[in-house]
């Protein structure tokens, strides 16, 4: 049962910005952008190959500026969006756009990483995300069960609410929420919650979360000094509609249940330095990424506040059989805690993702360039599926 | 034997009890021949086997056959037996001829005088035979005269005897007749005892002739009377005037008058009652209204108490045993049935006390002066012992002793929360102290003097209350030695209790400054955190063992209750110190933070003006530092610096600045090899320790100015990785991390970090700059020398 080794795989550019091809089901793939003021930005499409533990990469030009955000359609696989620096009259302005990959690319070529031909390619622009009226873009997320034609951006107080039409070629603003009071507020993160027919989303601003609503553009929730300092990151249960996670400065990972924000239902004070991530596992929620610049990822198991019971529930079935009544006795019921401390990466990591193939399988990526793939370890795995 | 068997006389040879002494051996043969049963013949019956006695062949037999004999041994025995036989046989003749001789010698000469004795007697009888005749005569004359007196006196002897009994019976009856006025007089002259003592004597007669109308005439007056003395002495027994020894009295005659006990019983307990119950009431005015303060200090509550209530009670109780219980003449049952009541009484009554008691007590809420209270208690117990002794059955001494328990138990409480609010009120105090004097503008307060103020204060208020609660135990208290204050008072009481218990407590309100203060930040300040913080670190390193030293001493402990032991308690202090230095660094280094990430977020750094001083903000950071490491000096010791470098900070400055910094991020300006940057930068971390940021620290000054700078510094480059440069916001970032090398080196107990830590902010922004070009480190050192 030795836990197969992680996967390293080096960057040439610096990056922050780190997302799985949501619609793909069936292959590993994360989609990676760079950070360079120098040279032309890339997007790097990493396959991981399971069975042979091999990465296979593909890289796209994306010319527009350094990126600082990135996200993938969950219903078109060759469907992206990204929020990219641009610099224009020496003014830094962050703006977003959605953008298509080249067909052969989508389903993953596995044409050797040597063959430099293919490196070249660019992205096809579907359309920009205008935001001149609004500020700087801090991230789009897509509607998750959608048809991936919804989207919102949050752009410094803007929370922007857009409808791609004609085939995405145009991206229209259908509704807008306007943050408003003392200071510059400014939205570092949000998610788009998967329940209530996606109609909530929460946002993250300072040291507070809101939830709102996309039908009226209304704020539904508020959780004041979630975090005693900056809220980085923020993200729903997969199947439990209630449940959000959320991260910060405070080095701190909260788990709060919207119905009753006054307390969070569990913190874990794991990391030494802020957690710029925070992730549900989409099939197995007790499982929880976090990453930090600390350098460290660490997957705990919150099993008290998960969708599964503690333990199994004994069929009818198994109690019958005599043998497996007795093996699921000796079970003991796993205890919230840390399964493991990932030491992989050697500079902040800022962005750390589960894929969407494979539900023991997750990337996490460092300012330095340094993408890891680790595994779930197979006892815990193992202990969950049976 | 066999010759019983065959004997036809079985009744000698079984009813024979002579034993056959030698003397009437020689008459054995002739008895034999007169046919008289001989035992002792039959015992020698084997001299002749196999004869027949009393047979014809039995030659001593009555029946003797000479002819049969003869027959019987010609037909037996041979010539030789014959032979022996005859000789045998004449030799027996022969004795038998002079046994005979001898018998006739022998008695010949009583024969002569026997028959001369019976003729002198025969002579004398004559004579006396006439004299006889002469009384029988005079006899019978006097018996003729003795009869006709009699029959003359016969009538007048009756008479007599009659009228005795008839005056006998007369006085009786006069007495009866009399009773009535006698009992009148009786009761007019209220001699009680008296009237009683007639009427017990009449009144079986009375009841025994109650069928006759006089008599029950009688009857019914006297019980008329008697119950009117009845209800007299009732009513005597009920007025309250009456002594002791009257009350006695009254009880006795009423019990003669059949009375029922239980009835007196209940009477004389409920008079009693009613006059303790005015004595408790009494007492319980003295308790003042509710809310209000008590009239008199406890003491002097508890000796009313013991004086009026509790020594009437004795006296009540040694009154009615005396009456009721302890009396010889009582059926085993009413003393029993008495005995419960006054138990029942007194308990009933005892509680009503115990209760003012105890309300007393609760109202005893001071927790200076302890001595009063332990006295007054002392009283209450030792006049309950009293009362135990004359009633033992009762439970008021069980009752006494828990109630003491009780209020000590109590009094530890209030002395734990007075010590918990002593010390929130020094926290307060220095809380003040701490914040008056930077609204003055003095310097900040002499922190080291603080501490010592607070925990020297602190340790005289508990040994204050150890000597207080140390009057509980004191040998000329009677509750000292009962097992409570032995044991567990020791033990659970005051070690665990209040000694314990408070130190636990200043753990806890020190912990909860980190947790409150942790998420809003600033409520608490940072100051006190680290005051406190040493506050504890001294607790674990003497004061505990101290106090616990000192209480151990005191208290003897004999008790074998588990105890907290000192060190789980210093482990907590020392947690507790950990977390609030933790805690501090935390806050000042967020502090510093946020200062830093301000500056960094706020500017726009692409279109910055090229750098000719030192931000402000740098000098702010420096001087923060500065000022905390003067504070935190004061409390902690230095530490120990790894790899003490040498004061030039110069010289490592060049160092970093020149080869280092330069072949750090001179590469990477160059566009041909973008991976090297990354390489080398990842080379050098692999030879570097990984930092973690927000770590525990350790009590020295050095550790927590590292905390703080690591904090600050991490801070620093996480803001400017978010950011983008303009050549001139990289030099300016160049110029604000040499002036930190410049001065944080010196606080930090490795400067390799700030150098790192420096080496990747800068590193960062020329990661993060549109146009590399650094600055000449000459001109910023004129620069960082100038500002």
Redesign the interface.
């Known amino acids: 049962m030795e836990d197969a080794a992680p996967v390293i795989y080096?960057l040439?550019?610096?990056a922050r910005a780190l997302t799985p091809q949501t619609a793909e089901t069936d292959a590993i793939r994360f989609l990676v952008g760079t950070q360079?003021?120098?040279?032309d930005n890339q997007i790097h499409i990493i396959d991981f190959d399971d069975e042979n533990n091999i990465i296979n990469k593909n890289v796209l030009i994306h010319q527009v500026g350094e990126i600082w955000h990135i996200s993938a359609s969950p219903a078109d696989k060759g469907v992206l969006a990204t929020c990219y620096?641009k610099?224009l009259d020496?003014?830094?302005m962050t703006c977003a756009a959605v953008w298509r990959m080249p067909k052969e690319l989508e389903s993953g070529s596995h044409e050797s990483p040597d063959d430099s031909s293919s490196n070249t390619q660019t992205l096809e622009l579907l359309c920009h995300l205008d935001n001149t009226a609004h500020g700087n873009m801090a991230c789009v997320i897509w509607e998750p069960m959608g048809d991936g034609k919804k989207l919102i951006s949050l752009a410094d107080n803007h929370l922007l609410l857009w409808d791609l039409q004609e085939s995405s070629s145009n991206a229209v603003l259908s509704n807008s929420a306007l943050l408003e009071g003392k200071g510059q507020l400014k939205f570092t993160s949000g998610r788009w919650s998967p329940h209530h027919n996606c109609t909530q989303v929460a946002t993250a601003n300072d040291t507070a979360i809101r939830g709102w609503d996309t039908r009226s553009m209304r704020q539904i929730y508020y959780i004041e000094?979630a975090?005693?300092?900056l809220v980085r990151d923020l993200d729903f249960n997969p199947n439990k509609q209630y449940y959000l996670a959320s991260c910060g400065d405070?080095?701190k990972v909260k788990f709060w249940d919207t119905r009753n924000v006054t307390e969070p239902v569990k913190t874990l004070e794991e990391h030494?330095?802020?957690v710029w991530n925070v992730r549900y596992n989409h099939s197995h929620d007790q499982l929880v990424l976090s990453g930090s610049?600390?350098?460290r990822i660490i997957l705990s198991n919150m099993v008290s506040i998960s969708s599964e019971p503690f333990g199994h529930l004994v069929d009818d079935d198994e109690l019958s059989d005599q043998e497996d009544h007795h093996q699921e006795k000796t079970k003991e019921p796993l205890q919230d805690s840390i399964i493991a401390t990932y030491?992989e990466h050697?500079?902040?990591v800022y962005a750390v993702e589960w894929s969407s193939a494979d539900p023991w399988l997750f990337a996490s990526l460092s300012?330095?360039?340094r993408l890891v793939i680790n595994r779930v370890p197979r006892a815990l795995k193992y202990h969950i599926l049976l | 034997m066999s010759a019983a068997q065959g004997g036809p006389l079985p009744g000698p040879a079984e009813g024979g009890s002579e034993p056959p002494g030698g003397k009437r051996r020689p008459h054995g043969m002739l008895k034999l021949y007169y046919g008289l049963p001989d035992p002792a013949g039959e015992a020698r019956g084997g001299l002749a086997p196999g004869e027949d006695f009393g047979g014809p062949t039995d030659i001593n037999g009555a029946h003797f056959d000479p002819e049969v004999f003869l027959t019987k041994l010609r037909k037996e025995c041979s010539l030789a037996q014959l032979m022996d036989c005859e000789t045998d046989m004449v030799k027996q003749i022969r004795s038998l001829d002079s046994d005979m001789q001898t018998l006739v010698y022998e008695n010949y000469n009583k024969f002569i005088s026997a028959t001369d004795t019976i003729r002198k007697m025969k002579n004398d009888f004559k004579k006396m035979e006439d004299e006889m005749d002469c009384l029988a005569a005079n006899m019978a004359v006097i018996t003729e005269f003795s009869a006709r007196i009699s029959s003359t006196l016969q009538d007048q002897h009756e008479q007599i005897t009659k009228l005795s009994g008839v005056h006998t019976l007369l006085r009786k009856l006069q007495f009866l007749f009399e009773l009535p006025a006698r009992l009148t007089k009786c009761v007019e002259l209220e001699a009680y005892g008296q009237a009683v003592r007639y009427y017990s004597k009449a009144r079986s007669i009375l009841h025994q002739y109650q069928h006759m109308p006089s008599f029950q005439g009688i009857q019914d007056d006297c019980q008329k009377i008697m119950a009117n003395l009845a209800q007299k002495l009732r009513e005597k027994f009920r007025d309250g005037g009456s002594g002791a020894k009257d009350l006695a009295e009254c009880v006795e005659l009423l019990l003669q008058l059949d009375e029922p006990a239980e009835e007196l019983c209940d009477e004389f307990l409920s008079h009693a009652r009613c006059r303790l119950e005015a004595e408790l009431e009494t007492l319980e005015t003295e308790l003042g209204q509710p809310g209000g303060a008590p009239i008199n200090d406890i003491l002097e509550f508890i000796d009313r108490g013991c004086n009026i209530f509790v020594s009437n009670m004795c006296l009540v109780i040694a009154s009615y045993q005396e009456l009721f219980v302890s009396r010889e003449d009582k059926v085993q049952d009413i003393t029993r049935m008495a005995q419960d009541k006054l138990v029942a009484f007194v308990n009933c009554l005892m509680e009503t006390y115990f209760s003012l008691v105890e309300r007393r007590i609760q109202l005893e809420k001071g927790v200076g002066d302890n001595s009063l209270l332990v006295r007054a208690l002392d009283r209450f117990h030792r006049r309950l012992q009293a009362l135990a002794k004359l009633l033992p059955a009762s439970n008021v001494a069980a009752e006494g002793t828990e109630i003491v328990v009780r209020a000590t138990k109590e009094r530890i409480r209030q002395y734990l929360l007075a010590l918990q609010n002593f010390y929130q009120d020094c926290l307060t105090d220095v809380r003040q102290s701490l914040a008056a004097p930077r609204l003055a503008g003095k310097e900040s307060p002499n922190l080291a003097e603080l501490l010592g103020n607070m925990s020297a204060s602190v340790l005289n208020q508990i040994k204050s209350v150890l000597a207080y609660v140390h009057l509980f135990t004191a040998k000329d208290i009677t509750f000292s030695n009962k097992p409570y204050f032995k044991g567990e008072f020791c033990s659970q009481g005051v070690r665990e209790g209040l000694i314990v218990g408070f130190i636990k407590s200043i753990c806890q309100t020190a912990r909860q400054f980190c947790e409150t203060t942790g998420d809003k930040g600033g409520s608490t300040p940072p100051t006190l955190l680290l005051l406190l913080s040493r506050l504890c670190l001294d607790y674990e390193t003497s004061t505990i063992s101290y106090i616990l030293t000192l209480t151990d001493e005191q208290f003897l402990v004999q008790d074998h209750t588990p105890i907290t032991p000192v060190t789980s308690l210093c482990a907590e202090a020392r947690e507790t110190a950990q977390r609030l230095l933790n805690h501090y660094v935390k806050v000042q280094g967020l502090i510093i933070s946020q200062m830093l990430r301000k500056s960094v977020e706020t500017r726009d750094w692409v279109n910055t003006i090229e750098p000719r001083n030192v931000r402000a903000v740098m000098k702010r950071v420096v001087e923060d530092t500065t000022s905390i490491d003067v504070q935190v000096g004061l409390l902690y010791e230095e530490g120990i610096r790894k790899a003490q470098s040498s004061d030039s900070s110069k010289r490592t400055f060049s160092v970093y600045s020149s080869s280092r910094q330069q072949s750090r991020y001179a590469p990477s300006y160059t566009p041909s090899a973008p991976l090297d940057t990354n390489l080398l930068s990842n080379i050098q971390k692999l030879f570097s320790e990984r930092i973690d940021i927000f770590s525990p620290v350790e009590f020295n000054k050095v550790s927590v100015l590292t905390g703080i700078i690591k904090i600050s510094l991490k801070t620093f480059l996480e803001c400017v990785r978010l950011r983008t440069f303009g050549r001139y916001g990289l030099q300016q970032i160049q110029v604000d991390c040499y002036y930190l090398q410049l001065y944080l080196w010196r606080f930090v107990c490795d400067e390799n970090l700030v150098h790192f830590l420096l080496d990747e902010i800068v590193g960062s922004t020329a990661h993060r700059c549109l146009d590399p070009v650094p600055m000449e480190q000459s001109v910023i050192e004129v620069i960082c020398e100038r500002g």
């Open positions: 080096g040439e550019f610096q360079s003021l120098k040279y620096n610099t020496s003014k830094v000094n975090h005693g300092q405070d080095c030494s330095h802020w610049s600390d350098s030491e050697e500079d902040s300012y330095d360039g």
